[in-house]
């Protein structure tokens, strides 16, 4: 794991394994945050992500608020299990992480599959979570959609061929480069060494192609259409207009079937699926603008 300067790594043992996360370092930062409340970042699914996906935004909230990063199960350093985990496994997962790590209800910021999984939790528990930043929330299934059409996904699921997919395909410096061209950015040229090397790293974690090959595969997709209308948590929904699989018109979609919780839809023009990387410092100000505005929907009348 990459882990930018001012930040250690810790972990903790939950139920489905061993998580590992990122965190401010107390000794780097000159007194406590100035804020109490506490950020979660939730990076996305794909081949080889982790919390690395938010390593370029996090640092600009850490002399203000505690931020945390974890790496869900069978992604970066965390646990990799044999076994495929369910949405229902995330899910609780995502509740585990925020009864033991956040002791006061965290602005979550999360990322794509993730995202929408958080909505679910968010309604499920709607105490464990203050308010909630997500960036092109999906849950891949939406309005009825297949997420089992493609073509890549009909080759994960014949047997060995997957695991020559993965290898030869996936988990690779070339393969990383072109999903993160394909799938992630609008614009290639940003499309950094590092990125390509802290991707391909948690790719290549023992186990590792268990959690990836379920994603492809479609296992974990769900309609989150279904569920949206029930939010009652604050959000702010940020959408890059040239994401690819989760278009800009899923989110238009999406976020008009409950205007009372989204306060606030952001989209990005000429970005891809995932800002924090491609454009980290406007994703900054977007968040900084967003937590401004939820605090405000927060506060008690």
């Not at 882990?3 to 250690?8: L, S, T």
């Not at 982790?50 to 790496?71: I, N, T």
């Not at 869900?72 to 995330?90: E, F, N, R």
């Not at 891809?272 to 406007?282: S, W, Y």
């Amino acid at each position: 794991m990459l882990i930018p300067p001012g930040f250690i790594q810790r972990s903790v043992a939950l139920g489905p394994g061993t998580v590992v996360y990122v965190e401010a370092d107390p000794d780097f930062w000159p007194g406590a945050p100035t804020a109490s409340v506490p950020l979660l970042f939730v990076h996305g699914f794909g081949g080889g992500s982790s919390s690395y996906e938010w390593s370029k935004v996090y640092p600009a909230f850490a002399a203000d608020h505690p931020v945390l990063a974890p790496d869900l199960i069978g992604w970066g350093q965390s646990d990799h299990p044999d076994q495929p985990l369910t949405t229902a496994d995330y899910e609780a997962l995502l509740i585990e992480v925020l009864q033991t790590l956040c002791p006061v209800p965290p602005v979550v910021v999360a990322s794509s599959l993730s995202a929408a999984m958080m909505v679910r939790v968010a309604i499920a528990q709607p105490g464990l979570v203050r308010s909630l930043v997500l960036v092109a929330p999906a849950g891949l299934a939406d309005f009825g959609q297949d997420p089992s059409s493609s073509v890549i996904n009909q080759m994960v699921k014949l047997p060995l061929v997957d695991q020559v997919l993965y290898r030869g395909a996936i988990a690779t410096a070339e393969g990383i480069k072109l999903f993160l061209a394909q799938r992630q950015f609008a614009d290639s040229s940003k499309i950094a060494d590092e990125m390509v090397a802290a991707y391909l790293a948690s790719a290549q974690q023992p186990h590792a192609d268990v959690a990836a090959l379920a994603f492809v595969r479609g296992d974990l997709s769900f309609d989150l259409a279904v569920d949206l209308p029930q939010l009652t948590t604050p959000t702010v929904v940020l959408w890059g207009e040239a994401a690819q699989l989760t278009g800009v018109d899923i989110g238009h979609r999406l976020v008009a079937l409950n205007p009372s919780a989204i306060r606030r839809f952001e989209v990005l023009p000429g970005v891809g699926l995932t800002p924090q990387l491609e454009v980290p410092g406007v994703t900054v100000g977007l968040i900084q603008q967003s937590l401004a505005a939820l605090a405000t929907a927060n506060r008690p009348a």
